[in-house]
């Protein structure tokens, strides 16, 4: 079974920062794409920002310049480092992992439906 967990968050003022961690663990062969992704109240869940293993990153259009996505290959782990924050980045932050899990029968199988519980961003004054 995958786990991920993510922690980080919190209340800050306009301008501040905010740096998110997520843990990937239990019985995971491989991981491809990590991500981050956010859902203010109401609204849809949106993609903020991608890695792939190599370290290839994207980012949506309102987060760029300001948050910084990252990982560490060897501790299963995505950061997301969020610089200038306004209240419109408000949301719950969930990381997302594709990868390969080894199963009991010493087989893998792919997925990318492996989601965090999700951590609070509140941006306010």
């Known amino acids: 079974q995958v786990q991920l967990v993510e922690s980080g968050g919190g209340l800050v003022q306009p301008g501040g920062s905010l740096r998110l961690s997520c843990a990937a663990s239990?019985?995971?062969?491989?991981?491809?794409?990590m991500s981050w992704h956010r859902q203010a109240p109401g609204k849809q869940r949106d993609l903020v920002a991608t890695?792939?293993?190599?370290?290839?990153?994207n980012y949506a259009d309102s987060v760029k310049g300001r948050f910084i996505i990252s990982r560490d290959n060897a501790k299963n782990t995505v950061y997301l480092q969020m610089n200038s924050l306004k209240p419109e980045d408000t949301a719950v932050y969930y990381c997302?992992?594709?990868?390969?899990?080894?199963?009991?029968?010493?087989?893998?199988?792919?997925?990318?439906?492996?989601w965090g519980q999700g951590t609070q961003v509140t941006v306010s004054s």
């Open positions: 239990g019985s995971i062969f491989s991981i491809n794409t």
């Open positions: 890695i792939t293993s190599g370290g290839r990153t």
């Open positions: 997302n992992a594709d990868l390969w899990e080894s199963l009991p029968s010493g087989l893998t199988r792919w997925g990318n439906d492996y």
